[in-house]
Nanobody, 124 residues
Framework: QVQLVESGGGLVQAGGSLRLSCAASGRTFSDYHMAWFRQAPGKEREFVAA????????LYADFVKGRFTISGDKAKNTVDLQMNSLKPEDTAVYYCAADRSIRLGVLPSSYDYWGQGTQVTVSS
């Protein structure tokens, strides 16, 4: 069983930065694709960024390209999301997820394990 715990959310002004961290149990970073999703009130959960098992490749949603960076630390078994130039529309609960599939996916249904989420609020 994989357990994922997110941290680092909070309140920030527009234009500011936050760094989210996902701590995983087991050999998650080596064995699973890891991703960040987000869900705003009244909206569906959407893909933000992903990193392949072992960290060889990354994938980003268009709306975060150039602003967010996903990275992994194999030794610490953590996956971080550095968020810069934050906008009010980035306000959401951010979730870490792990996927055992061969191909890297962007749909929530592709992911097998989820964290509890961390709130990010960007004020204007």
């Amino acid at each position: 069983q994989v357990q994922l715990v997110e941290s680092g959310g909070g309140l920030v002004q527009a234009g500011g930065s936050l760094r989210l961290s996902c701590a995983a149990s087991g050999r998650t970073f080596s064995d699973y694709h890891m991703a960040w999703f987000r869900q705003a009130p009244g909206k569906e959960r959407e893909f933000v960024a992903a990193i392949t098992r072992g960290g060889s490749s990354t994938l980003y949603a268009d709306f975060v390209k150039g602003r967010f960076t996903i990275s992994g630390d194999k030794a610490k078994n953590t996956v971080d999301l550095q968020m810069n130039s934050l906008k009010p529309e980035d306000t959401a609960v951010y979730y870490c997820a792990a996927d055992r599939s061969i191909r890297l996916g962007v749909l929530p249904s592709s992911y097998d394990y989820w964290g509890q989420g961390t709130q990010v609020t960007v004020s204007s």
